[in-house]
């Protein structure tokens, strides 16, 4: 019996979950209207209207002018709060900064621009994420905007809608609670959480040649055994430049490592060192350490994901490329 009551409470919970989140489209950029702004009496609010009907009741049998005066008084003020809660929020505009991406289990930072182009700034004006109890409150001035910042936990790696979004207002009296809920289109990137001690950098053998040895190396033997030299290249750590040389043929030369193939490192899901049966999640997060590592030592690395290859280079942009491409394997593209 207990169990049926509370499944159809479920229910109907899923049904309003629904109709909010279905009554308006998905957008990074919407105005708040009376159409999409709701409003409900708080605890406050409902315990004032009953205080409010028993005034009422007292007043009419015991003929007390004074109590009619009182209750009148106190109802006036509260539908006045009423109105004014609800243009606290009518007519807002909101505009979200897509997040950047981040690591598995850390922190989602987006921003949202509120602007109010009315002529009174709207106080107490809080925004959270959908069904959390962590609200950013902010002031929005008239005719001006507010920045406000909203955290959530990151969940697995991949491409992931940004949940929904609540703004809501109590003000002034907090009688009344006022709420929208805002569907974002924009989507954040997840990479995979980089294995916390993963071993030194290993080197899996370029693509057409076969490894000599051992295909595991470290990165400080990439970094130490040289046995040549090359002309620089644009891009090329300075450390690796030969001073002495470049002054004796007024061109600048720089070393080349034994370690990998044109002194180019490549990171394989296949040779990642961990033993057979290890789950995909393991090697994502050992190859994600990796690629972080490779591009603190400014080295030249490329890529391999099953039968999809990037390139070696180097920086900031190749980084997260080799970093997305973690994120959404064994997808190529979202």
């Known amino acids: 019996m207990h169990s049926t009551a509370a499944l159809e409470v479920t229910r109907a919970g899923s049904r309003w ?22 409003i409900l009496p708080t605890r406050a609010g409902w315990l004032l209207g009953v205080t ?14 004074l109590g009619y005066v009182l209750t009148f008084l106190l109802a006036g003020s509260a539908l006045v709060g009423m109105h004014v809660a609800h243009a606290t929020l009518r007519g807002l505009t909101l505009q979200l900064h897509p ?17 109010n182009p009315g002529q009174r700034t709207r106080y107490a004006v809080g925004l959270g994420v959908w ?17 406000v910042a909203l955290n959530w936990l990151a969940p697995v790696r991949g ?44 080197l899996a053998p370029p693509p057409g040649l076969r490894a000599a040895g051992s295909q595991r190396h470290s990165a400080d033997a990439s970094l130490e055994d040289w046995d040549g030299v090359r002309p620089y290249r644009p891009g090329d750590p300075l450390k690796t430049v030969l001073w002495k040389k470049a002054a004796q043929r007024d061109t600048l030369v720089s070393r080349e490592a034994t370690g990998s193939a044109c002194g180019e490192v490549w990171l394989d899901l296949a040779h990642t060192g961990l033993r057979a049966g290890a789950d995909t999640e393991a090697r ?50 979202p």
């Open 52 to 65: 409010l009907l028993i005034l009422l009741l007292g007043s009419i049998n015991y003929q007390l002018n």
């Open 284 to 333: 994502l997060a050992r190859l994600c350490a990796w690629v972080l590592a490779a591009h603190q030592q400014e080295l030249r690395f490329g890529m391999r994901l099953g039968t999809k290859t990037i390139a070696p280079q180097r920086g900031l942009a190749h980084r997260n490329s080799c970093l997305r491409a973690l994120a959404l394997y064994p997808q190529l593209e």
């Open 99 to 115: 997040p950047p991406a981040v690591f598995a289990g850390t922190t989602v930072r987006a921003t949202v621009q509120v602007g």
């Open 131 to 147: 069904r959390s109890e962590h609200w950013t409150w902010a002031d929005i001035p008239a005719q001006g905007s507010s920045m």
């Open 17 to 38: 979950q629904r109709f909010f989140l279905n009554r308006n489209p998905p957008t990074d950029t919407t105005v708040l209207t009376q159409r999409t702004v709701y």
């Open 159 to 202: 491409l992931h809608s940004l949940p929904p979004l609540t703004v809501q207002t109590c003000f002034p009296l907090g009688t009344f609670r006022v709420w929208t809920v805002w569907r974002t289109a924009a989507r954040v990137l997840v990479y995979p959480a980089p294995e916390p001690r993963a071993p030194d950098l290993a």
